[in-house]
């Protein structure tokens, strides 16, 4: 994947340097030289150019993007003009980054769909870290409505998974089961994804539980 990220402000790099990372194309772009010869070695390819520079802009290989971020975190202003100049030579895909709730008004008002908050964002999904410890990953579908995956309370350890009655009893539905099992040749943990688990499946500590439900049947399978 292509991807070009306008703006090297600490989200931006650390998008870059995971995108990289990743093996993915991506050029990072900064006015600062300083930043740029900062992180040339650690994000694929870096530039400095003036994103409010009409010229400029006109020189990046922009039909080749699959996706361009737009992480100016410190001048509204400036990450408007370059949203404006990535419309108008008609981007394939622009994801940008709000610091405001008037910034954001005026992206979705620019046609901008795809708008992200990472303060507010890695908040929610700190606290709800916080709130259930044994939760590994939450995928916030709505306010009131989660996936997660989670390890279940050591008081389910050893039960038959037919006794635990997940939505009669939680009001939570069950996706899946990640569970580890342990090659005999190799002795190579590997994860075997059951997502039609017998009745008689007995729950182990190191089982993964994929479920989906509000906030309140999280608290009681939890508390």
């Known amino acids: 994947m292509n991807c070009i990220i306008m703006g090297l402000s600490h989200f931006g790099v650390a998008l870059a340097q995971r995108l990289t990372a990743m093996g993915h194309e991506v050029l990072g772009i900064d006015m600062d030289l300083h930043k740029i010869n900062e992180y040339k070695d650690s994000i ?13 802009i006109q020189t990046l290989p922009l039909k080749d993007a699959d996706i361009i971020f737009v992480t100016i975190r410190k001048d509204i202003g400036a990450s408007i003009q370059a949203v404006a100049l990535l419309k108008q030579y008609k981007a394939r895909r622009i994801i940008a980054c709000s610091i405001s709730d008037i910034h954001t008004t005026i992206l979705k008002a620019m046609g ?24 590994i990953f939450t995928y916030k579908i709505t306010s009131n409505y989660f996936i997660q995956e989670l390890k279940l ?10 006794d635990l009655q997940f939505e009669k009893e939680f009001n939570l539905q069950l996706i899946a089961i990640k569970h580890p099992v342990t090659e005999e040749k190799t002795s190579r943990v590997k994860i075997s994804l059951l997502d039609q688990p017998e009745d008689n499946f007995i729950i182990g500590e190191n089982d993964v539980f994929i479920l989906a439900g509000n906030p309140k049947a999280f608290r009681k399978l939890t508390s």
């Open 44 to 56: 694929k390819n870096t530039i400095c150019l003036n994103i409010n520079n009409q010229q400029a």
């Open 112 to 135: 901008i769909t795809e708008i992200i908050r990472p303060e507010l964002e890695y908040a929610d999904l700190f606290t709800t870290r916080i709130e259930w410890a044994n939760s």
């Open 153 to 162: 309370p050591d008081s389910f350890i050893g039960r038959r998974l037919s």
